[in-house]
């Protein structure tokens, strides 16, 4: 058997058959060894705890003179994602009575485990109290030279008509990896990188 968990603190319950002469198999309450305790940590109801991050430790049940190996592996990913990159597909569009969808993409890079989710919220019009919330979606994954995995993810923000008339800023852009590692990146932070989207929303009767 072989047990993952994410990180330091997680737990895992191993169990243990008998298998006789006769072909029966039963449940049985072996002695539980770790071979590394100070990593992984394991009580006589089979119950091991993760300790401290990264790689595998073997894990031995003791029964009746018999052995069986088992095994836990703690993923070795406890670094949280990188943003490259996020822009949109357009600074600048003109609304009227229907939404208008603008098209956001993000380029994240992970250490091992790769991007599971993202989103960005978008600050509408000044005044307006509209925010603009965009559920990212993976387009595409590919792994680096070094072992790292460039993500690239898109989601449409729905600008209103009429009422989102002004100026979209992105706030925050949040990423979480498949291991559970999670980054945020707030507006200041955002212009600190040259990274900021603004969206300028006009009805047709401000460009006349």
Known sequence: MVA????????????????????????VRPTWISSAPEIVSIDEDGWARALAGGGGVAIEARYSGKRGPASMMINSDIAPPELLDVF????RVTISIAPVTVLITAE???????IGSAFAIFDGPLGTGITGLVTLRQQSEAPTADGGIISVYTGALDIPGLI??????????????RAGNRRAWGAQELQ???LTVEIVATTGSDEE
């Open 108 to 114: 994240f890079r992970d250490e091992g485990s790769g």
């Open 88 to 91: 949109a597909e357009s600074s």
């Open 4 to 27: 993952r968990v994410s990180h330091a603190g997680d737990s895992a319950q191993f169990q243990a058959w008998a298998v006789f002469a006769d072909g029966t198999r039963q449940a």
């Open 192 to 194: 600190a990188r040259g």
């Open 164 to 177: 989102g008339a002004g100026t979209w800023t992105l706030d925050q852009l949040s990423a979480e990896d």
